[in-house]
């Protein structure tokens, strides 16, 4: 693998590697305010499900107070031998019947109003232990993206990458794009490496700093240890022409 392919492919995992951990630790803030969000719900009915169970059983003790009550008047001998006392109880009865069968029907719609609270609960709770899940499983896809990526920067940092690299030294490449960068931080170096000498020369002349171009012109590093007129040694003797003018 060459010394572009090389830095190429090391620039490109850091800056990968850069955009996952961003993902990550955006994905572990939205898990903890989930989290915490699910935690208050969860308490909240809770104690809205211990309400409703409370409240089912006042009514349940409510409806078997009525019945026993129903009971005692149908057995009360009372109402046979006094007439007038027959008719008020039995008028009593059907009055007290009444009222015990509409209490019923009202509890029977409570009851079932917060059977569907509770079941409408239960699907909620299901729906966000389903979206934490799936939280925790995109956090864990995550981090072996950036695991990979760690592992593939240890494999560019080997002695064999810093061998490649330290050839690349020696060839003057690296310490001329060193020079280049402390003058221009953001420039694209990919784009560099793809148009050629050209766009180099066409950098240098856009230095400021004469100081600097007068070193990068006299730095052996900008040759190319090969012999014969390469197009590179070619670009190089137009980019010293051009710097004698600056």
């Not at 989930?34 to 211990?50: C, H, L, N």
């Given at each position: 693998?060459?010394?572009?392919?090389r830095?190429?492919?090391?620039?490109?995992?850091?800056?990968?590697a850069?955009?996952?951990?961003?993902?990550?630790?955006?994905?572990?803030?939205?898990?903890?305010?989930?989290?915490?969000?699910?935690?208050?719900?969860?308490?909240?009915?809770?104690?809205?499900?211990?309400?409703?169970?409370?409240?089912?059983?006042?009514?349940?003790?409510?409806?078997?107070?009525?019945?026993?009550?129903?009971?005692?008047?149908?057995?009360?001998?009372?109402?046979?031998?006094?007439?007038?006392?027959?008719?008020?109880?039995?008028?009593?009865?059907?009055?007290?019947?009444?009222?015990?069968?509409?209490?019923?029907?009202?509890?029977?719609k409570?009851?079932?109003?917060?059977?569907?609270?509770?079941?409408?609960?239960?699907?909620?709770?299901?729906?966000w232990?389903?979206?934490?899940?799936?939280?925790?499983?995109?956090?864990?896809?995550?981090?072996?993206?950036?695991?990979?990526?760690?592992?593939?920067?240890?494999?560019?940092?080997?002695?064999?990458?810093?061998?490649?690299?330290?050839?690349?030294?020696?060839?003057?490449?690296?310490?001329?794009?060193?020079?280049?960068?402390?003058?221009?931080?953001?420039?694209?170096?990919?784009?560099?490496?793809?148009?050629?000498?050209?766009?180099?020369?066409?950098?240098?002349?856009e230095?400021?700093?004469?100081?600097?171009?007068?070193?990068?012109?006299?730095?052996?590093?900008?040759?190319?240890?090969?012999?014969?007129?390469?197009?590179?040694?070619?670009?190089?003797?137009?980019?010293?022409?051009?710097?004698?003018?600056?």
């Amino acid at each position: 693998m060459t010394v572009r392919q090389r830095s190429h492919i090391s620039k490109n995992h850091f800056a990968r590697a850069f955009i996952l951990m961003q993902d990550q630790n955006r994905l572990c803030e939205e898990l903890s305010e989930t989290s915490k969000r699910y935690g208050a719900k969860v308490e909240e009915y809770k104690k809205k499900i211990d309400d409703l169970f409370s409240s089912i059983e006042r009514l349940t003790a409510e409806i078997v107070r009525q019945t026993k009550e129903l009971e005692e008047l149908r057995k009360n001998p009372k109402a046979e031998n006094v007439r007038g006392d027959g008719y008020r109880l039995v008028n009593d009865l059907a009055a007290s019947r009444a009222r015990a069968q509409e209490r019923e029907d009202k509890l029977q719609k409570e009851v079932e109003k917060k059977k569907d609270e509770i079941n409408s609960f239960y699907i909620q709770h299901v729906s966000w232990k389903e979206g934490l899940a799936k939280k925790d499983e995109e956090l864990g896809v995550l981090n072996t993206k950036v695991e990979s990526q760690y592992l593939a920067l240890a494999e560019i940092d080997s002695d064999e990458g810093k061998q490649i690299f330290e050839d690349g030294k020696q060839a003057g490449r690296t310490e001329l794009l060193e020079l280049i960068k402390d003058k221009h931080t953001d420039f694209n170096f990919d784009f560099l490496y793809e148009e050629g000498e050209t766009t180099l020369l066409a950098l240098l002349l856009e230095i400021e700093d004469s100081e600097a171009v007068a070193g990068l012109a006299t730095s052996e590093a900008v040759a190319e240890p090969t012999s014969g007129a390469l197009p590179s040694q070619i670009a190089n003797s137009i980019v010293f022409e051009n710097l004698q003018d600056l």
